[in-house]
C-alpha cells in the first residue's frame, strides 16, 4: 500500500489526478474538474490550461477538455535522449545567445517531432519554451528537415493513412529541402510564430534529431535565411562532433 508523501505539493497532486481524470473519464467541463478536486472553478481553469499547454490535455469546440497527446498511446523514440540532450544544450545556448533568438532540440517520434530542450531568446517579444510538446512533423521546420532525409517508401508508409495530407506536395517540398539543407515553418504551426530547422546526425551519419531558431513572424526576413543556415549548420556540426565524441566513451 503506498502512503501520501509527507511532502506532497498539493498544486502537483492536483495536476497529476486531473491528468488521471481526463486519461480515464474524460471529456469534462471545468466545473466537473473543479468538484472533483474539491478546488475553485478558476484554480481548475488554471489546471486545465497548463496541461493543455504541455500536451496533456485538449480543449474541443465545446469548450470540454479530453486526454492530449502526452497521456495517448505513442511510438517511441530510438534517439539516445539524454545525450542529445546534455551534448546540445551548450551549444543551442550559445545559438541563442549570438541570434537573441529562441532555438529548440527535437527528434522524431512516428508522425510527430517531440521538444527535448528549448533556449529562450532574450528579446522582450520571443517565442516560449516548448520543451514536451509535440507538433506534427510535416509543419515543423525540424520535423521537415528530418522528413526530408528519410527513404521515399518509409515515407510513404508513414503517411499512407493520412487522407488530408498531399503527398505528392509534400516529396516536392521535401525534395527542395533536402537540397538546401533546411526546412522553414512559416506559421504552419502556430500563427505569428515562423522557424528555421535542421536535421542533426548520428555518428554514423544517420538522420538521429533537429535543432531550430524560431522567432516572432515579425522578425523573420528571408534575406537573412543564408545567414541563420549557416549558423544552424555550424551548429548541428558541432553537436554532431560532440554526440560521436560521447558515443566512443
Do not use: C
Amino acid at each position: 500500500m503506498r502512503n501520501k508523501p509527507s511532502y506532497a505539493i498539493d498544486s502537483v497532486d492536483h495536476a497529476l489526478r486531473l491528468a488521471q481524470l481526463l486519461q480515464q473519464e474524460g471529456p469534462v467541463r471545468v466545473t466537473d474538474a473543479a468538484e472533483w478536486l474539491g478546488v475553485s472553478p478558476s484554480t481548475a481553469h488554471r489546471l486545465l490550461a497548463m496541461l493543455v499547454y504541455r500536451d496533456f490535455a485538449e480543449q474541443r469546440p465545446d469548450r470540454r477538455y479530453t486526454a492530449g497527446r502526452m497521456l495517448r498511446p505513442a511510438p517511441t523514440s530510438e534517439a539516445p535522449l539524454a545525450l542529445l540532450r546534455r551534448v546540445a544544450l551548450p551549444h543551442l545556448r550559445a545559438l541563442a545567445q549570438r541570434l537573441h533568438e529562441s532555438t529548440n532540440l527535437m527528434v522524431l517520434v512516428g508522425a510527430e517531432v517531440r521538444f527535448l530542450a528549448t533556449v529562450e531568446g532574450d528579446q522582450p517579444l520571443r517565442v516560449g519554451d516548448r520543451v514536451g510538446q509535440a507538433l506534427p512533423a510535416h509543419r515543423a521546420s525540424g520535423g521537415r528537415a528530418l522528413l526530408a532525409l528519410m527513404p521515399v517508401d518509409q515515407l510513404e508508409a508513414l503517411y499512407d493513412s493520412f487522407d488530408e495530407i498531399d503527398l505528392h506536395r509534400l516529396r516536392r517540398e521535401l525534395a527542395l529541402i533536402r537540397k538546401r539543407g533546411f526546412a522553414i515553418n512559416d506559421q504552419l504551426t502556430e500563427a505569428g510564430v515562423t522557424a528555421v530547422g535542421a536535421a542533426l546526425h548520428d555518428p554514423s551519419g544517420q538522420p538521429i534529431a533537429a535543432i531550430s531558431i524560431a522567432m516572432p513572424t515579425v522578425r523573420f526576413h528571408r534575406d537573412r535565411l543564408p545567414h541563420w543556415a549557416t549558423e544552424l549548420s555550424t551548429t548541428t556540426t558541432v553537436i554532431e562532433r560532440d554526440l560521436a565524441a560521447g558515443s566512443a566513451k
